[in-house]
């Protein structure tokens, strides 16, 4: 099993991003700040449970903690995010790419089926069989 490092910030980021309940508390997030207690209330965890879903996407750097008298904010950081989607850009051009080509193959070959099955269709019309 492949570990994600310091050194591999894109690796912490789809590691943290794999997990339902982490993407739910960043798309929490993308509204505004929020407490632990505030993002902890649509699951059914414990306010330990929930802290540890935080400290991976914090050392993802998915988020940032605050701190304000008593209130210790959580705050959305998209800069991983944009990294995210510029290396799954770089593939999707790729695979976009490849799919038009299969498509045109894929088009050429049912107009050769078409001209077959009209080639064949009128042998058996000139040979007096039913269609």
């Not at 903690?65 to 959580?74: L, N, T, V």
């Not at 989607?85 to 049912?110: G, M, T, V």
């Amino acid at each position: 099993m492949v570990t994600a490092t310091a050194s591999d910030p894109i690796s912490n980021t789809f590691a943290a991003l794999a997990d339902p309940t982490r993407r739910a508390i960043l798309a929490r997030l993308a509204s505004g700040e929020a407490s632990v207690t505030e993002l902890a209330e649509p699951f059914e965890m414990t306010l330990p449970a929930v802290s540890k879903h935080l400290k991976v996407l914090e050392r993802a750097g998915l988020i940032a903690r605050g701190r304000e008298a008593q209130w210790r904010p959580c705050r959305l950081q998209a800069g991983p995010l944009k990294d995210a989607d510029e290396w799954i850009e770089r593939y999707r051009r790729h695979w976009e790419e490849s799919f038009d080509r299969l498509d045109s193959y894929l088009q050429e070959l049912q107009q050769k089926e078409k001209k077959y099955s009209r080639k064949i269709t009128k042998k058996e019309d000139k040979n007096g069989r039913e269609n």
